[in-house]
């Protein structure tokens, strides 16, 4: 019998809708079961594109004994991290300060008021490596709650008190300033890895918002280390295994600091910010490197998560059929020399191994190698051959079995390609970038967005989730349509952004600035969570302060500005301190810095000369600057307004420049120093 999780529509919670397990998915209905049959709530989170969340499935999950077990004694409820962050992050604050570490899946014991009182994450089906058995746990709980109830009330209660008491509390909203700014980047500068790139150690994971920061600061200051950081970080990741050297796209993270060996799952989140800091380093720098990764991304997005209603699927799986019926992590991607034998033939297949650095050793496992570029572009004179080997490649892993894919539709991982893929498309002149963008930015607004302009966090098949989007949501769709506008020089995108920043200013914003990562009318649980530090992805809280900001110097709305403002007063705070788990608030902070620079441009969308300025203010590396454009008299922008003549307008901090209409002034006045 299918179980309760059967009518979902998150891909996660299907794959366990056959399980022996009866499960729950995240309800009222699921906590007032557990009271009436008197029993603790166990709460089981993951995601679809996690390793060992399908390992515990598999050895514990699927396992008619243990199914057995939880059945009789706990309400099991199953949820998909990726649909309830709030979920997910007020039960991970609760494990990492119980237990001083996270991750997926999470393993977490409630009492039937949602109180928890015991966490894990991962259980093994028997005692290994120090590890208890999950039904050693099980059994360790149910006693706990048969003997010893009072006292596992006392705890939770402790802890849902503890948690209440933390606070983001910092001295003054005040906004970073240049000495603030350069503090962090001697932060970074001493984590940062100068042999291998990025920062820390293993595993390293792709440090996309401090690259943007980088790249934003370099800009704004001509810091000519901040740059080197982010050129030589990317260059380290693009010629390593975490980046798909036949398919494009980059891989979660790696699992050594020289990022050889990837978890090889593909998250949209990660591409879409990858993909739009190479572009801005390409935007920096020229470098045929980053205009190639950019390119390659992109095309990877659309070719591989790209959903039939338009929009981006959430990612593909780590693991998939070896071709043998077993299922491991990083099959669809390796090959050792037999392999590339049996594709390209003798000669080829030597070339092809000294080009991606496959080894009769292999870097993976079992003499697999994981493709990198191991040495410099440029080195093999035969480039039209290396080519050819590529095709041929990818043509024979396309007969491989494919990875699985969560192809659920995330508001907020939506927003961040639809920006990427805008601009992408804008500055190398790839209009089907913008047209894909914009049938997501569709999606978005058809499905998602109701008549009040309230945001659902997910749709799949074009059916929207029951789930209500979180700050996140909000932020990084107005980012993307923001973005779009820009591209477009269609000022409804920059209309729909407003709607969806309003409701951040009703419903998100707390005292002094501070944000929640959920509305005011949101489902409460027993902390509402609070969150302005970086994950995978851009806090709401800072994506949502980079969404006002741009929004206010299109509209010249003060209340956006001061939101904004307000709202980074906590990367003041964390900055100096903490500068690699901050980095998005650190590229705002930049861009509140500088200006951020406005620029209207105004002349017929026909005219080559209009069209070329046009241009000329999308690749302005000027932090944050936002750009409208129309034809004189045009109110599709506000910057537009009041401006008949044809030419280039620049306005920063309340003053604007003379209208130009030479392409080379205004790239003076749109460049960063």
């Known amino acids: ?71 009789e004694h706990f309400v099991s409820v199953k949820v998909d991290r990726e649909e309830r962050p709030d979920v997910d992050a007020v039960y991970m604050e609760a494990v990492q300060a119980a237990t001083g570490q996270g991750g997926w899946p999470m393993t977490v014991f409630l009492t039937p008021d949602a109180q928890p009182f015991y966490f ?25 709650w048969t003997d010893r109830r009072a006292e596992v009330a006392e705890v939770a209660g402790k802890i849902v008190k503890d948690l209440g008491e933390r606070s983001l509390a910092f001295d003054s909203p005040e906004m970073p300033g240049e000495e603030d700014l350069a503090a962090a980047l001697l932060g970074l500068t001493r984590e940062y890895d100068a042999l291998r790139g990025g920062f820390g150690g293993a595993p390293k ?86 205009r190639r990764v950019a390119l390659e991304t992109a095309d990877f997005l659309v070719r591989e998560l790209r ?57 993976f496992e079992e003499g697999a190698s994981v493709l990198q570029l191991p040495q410099e572009e440029g080195v093999v004179a035969e480039a039209s051959r290396i080519e050819d080997i ?69 749709s799949r098949d074009g059916q929207v989730g029951a789930n209500a989007g979180v700050l ?14 820009s591209v477009t020089g269609e000022g409804a995108w920059l209309d729909f952004a407003g709607f969806l920043l309003d409701h951040v200013l009703m419903r998100f914003v707390g005292e002094g600035g501070a944000l929640y990562d959920t509305a005011h009318d949101a489902e409460k649980l027993i902390r509402r969570p609070q969150d302005p530090t970086d994950n995978a992805t851009p806090s709401g809280w800072t994506a949502a302060a980079g969404a006002l900001l741009s929004y206010a110097a299109h509209t010249g709305s003060g209340a956006h500005r001061e939101a904004a403002e307000g709202a980074l007063g906590v990367v003041k705070a964390l900055g100096s301190r903490a500068p690699r788990f901050i980095g998005w608030g650190l590229a705002v902070a930049e ?7 406005e620029v209207a441009v105004v002349g017929d969308p026909a005219s080559s000369q209009a069209r070329a300025l046009w241009r000329a203010a999308l690749l302005g590396t000027a932090p944050g600057l936002v750009v409208a454009f129309g034809a004189p008299g045009s109110e599709e922008f506000p910057l537009l307004a009041n401006r008949p003549e044809a030419g280039a307008y620049v306005c920063r901090r309340f003053v604007c420049a003379a209208p130009t209409g030479d392409v080379g002034v205004l790239a003076e006045q749109v460049g960063g120093v």
Request: glycine share 8%.
């Open 591 to 597: 861009a509140a810095l500088d200006g951020p620079r």
């Open 390 to 458: 590529r095709a041929r490649l990818l043509a024979a892993r396309a007969r491989r079995p494919a990875p699985g894919r969560d192809d659920k539709v995330v508001a907020s991982w939506n927003g961040l390609a639809i920006a990427a893929l805008a601009e992408v498309g804008a500055y190398f002149e790839r209009p089907d970038l913008i047209e894909r963008a914009t049938e997501a930015a569709d999606l978005l607004v058809r499905v998602h967005m109701d008549d009040a302009a309230r945001l659902a966090r997910t």
């Open 120 to 144: 894990g994450t991962y259980f093994p089906p028997e005692p290994r490596h120090g590890m208890p058995s999950f039904p050693q746990v099980l059994d360790g709980v149910r006693a706990a």
């Open 205 to 290: 994971f792709p440090p996309s918002m401090v690259l943007e920061f980088l790249l934003r600061h370099a800009a704004r200051t001509g810091s000519e280390g901040a740059l080197q950081m982010a050129s030589d970080s990317c260059e380290a990741m693009a010629r390593g295994g975490i980046y798909d050297q036949l398919g494009g796209g980059f891989a979660r993270y790696a699992v050594d600091r020289e990022w050889v060996v990837p978890h090889f799952e593909k998250m949209l989140y990660d591409n879409a910010l990858l993909c739009r800091v190479y572009a801005h380093l390409w935007r920096a720098t020229g470098s045929d490197l980053a």
């Open 307 to 363: 959903t039939n209603e338009g929009g981006f699927a959430s990612a593909l799986d780590a693991d998939s059929d070896d071709g043998n019926g077993e299922h491991v992590e990083g099959a669809y991607y390796v090959w050792t020399p037999e392999q590339l034998r049996e594709v390209l033939g003798e000669s080829d297949a030597l070339l092809a191994a000294a080009y991606f650095g496959v080894t009769e050793d292999g870097t």
């Open 472 to 485: 996140e949501d909000y932020a990084n769709v107005a980012e993307g349509f923001l973005a779009l506008a």
């Open 1 to 71: 019998m299918p179980n309760r999780l059967a009518h979902e529509t998150s891909p996660y919670l299907l794959q366990h809708a056959d399980n022996p397990v009866d499960w729950w998915p995240w309800s009222a209905e699921a906590f007032e079961e557990a009271r009436r049959r008197g029993v603790p709530v166990l709460l089981s989170v993951g995601y679809s594109s996690c390793h060992w969340c399908h390992v515990m499935a598999g050895e514990s999950f699927e396992d008619e004994a243990t199914a057995a077990l939880m059945n």
